[in-house]
């Protein structure tokens, strides 16, 4: 589900208008960052259904803290607190939910192993529809999620730039690269090609995608941008 979280960031970016477009690529997939991190501890694993023979969606993942609901919902409230210190309620707000709408994500395609309490506390019912038990289902769901935050943020991205030169170009640039990298993202998952595959394209949405946004309409957004610091030092005096 990889592809559908950053496509979800890329269509979320009109509304919010002072998150910048590589904050929400990392809001997105910040779950499985922190995933990776107690990975990486051994606190949290994961491991293919068939070691030789890997496929999109077969894996089993224990995720007992991060993925919980509760976790989520904790690590989401963070981030949003941290985002609305840089880019104001609107930004804070943005980057909570699309935080939270990986567990959303997931909650859709995995098998039952979502706990409800962080670590599995009282040991409740584990939460998944299982939609990765047909890859082809979970393929077709991202993919209209790619092509529904791409057709909603070149939306955006052409009304951000309205009246600004050059601007138009820049919003269909912009879209255009994003666009293809998510579209080769899930041709990644899909073939379950190498996970560097699929890291060094999420690493070109995060940068190049959000270097080209910031660029569509540099005008507007150095007054948003100043209009945040504003109310920020308004609240603070």
């Known amino acids: 589900m990889t592809t559908a979280h950053f496509a979800l960031a890329a269509g979320s970016k009109p509304a919010a208008k002072t998150a910048p477009l590589w904050a929400l690529m990392v809001?997105?997939?910040?779950?499985?960052?922190?995933?990776?991190v107690l990975v990486s501890f051994g606190v949290e694993s994961f491991a293919p259904m068939h070691p030789g023979h890997p496929a999109?969606?077969?894996?089993?993942?224990?995720a007992a803290y991060?993925?919980?609901?509760?976790?989520?919902?904790?690590?989401?409230?963070?981030?949003?607190?941290l985002g609305a210190r840089f880019w104001g309620r609107n930004g804070g707000l943005a980057i909570g939910l699309?935080?939270?709408?990986?567990?959303?994500l997931d909650l859709i395609v995995h098998r039952a192993d979502l706990p409800l309490l962080p670590g599995n506390l009282a040991h409740l019912p584990m939460l998944g529809f299982g939609l990765w038990?047909?890859?082809a289902a979970g393929i077709a769901l991202e993919l209209a999620l790619v092509v529904a935050g791409a057709i909603l943020y070149v939306r955006g991205a052409v009304r951000l730039g309205h009246g600004e030169r050059g601007?138009?170009?820049?919003?269909?640039?912009?879209?255009?690269?994003?666009?293809?990298l998510l579209v080769l993202l899930l041709l990644a998952d899909a073939l379950a090609l190498p996970m560097t595959t699929s890291l060094t394209l999420m690493l070109l949405l995060?940068?190049?995608?959000?270097w080209l946004d910031g660029r569509i309409a540099p005008t507007a957004s150095a007054a948003t941008?100043?209009?945040?610091?504003?109310?920020?030092?308004?609240?603070?005096?």
């Open 98 to 104: 699309v935080t939270f709408s990986h567990w959303i």
């Open 206 to 210: 995060i940068g190049l995608s959000g």
């Open 167 to 180: 601007s138009r170009k820049r919003a269909v640039i912009a879209a255009a690269v994003t666009a293809i």
């Open 225 to 237: 941008r100043a209009k945040v610091r504003a109310a920020s030092a308004g609240r603070h005096a």
């Open 133 to 135: 038990n047909d890859p």
């Open 56 to 62: 999109y969606g077969q894996v089993i993942i224990h």
């Open 66 to 81: 991060t993925h919980s609901l509760v976790g989520a919902l904790l690590i989401a409230a963070a981030a949003g607190l």
């Open 27 to 36: 809001a997105t997939y910040l779950l499985d960052i922190l995933f990776m």
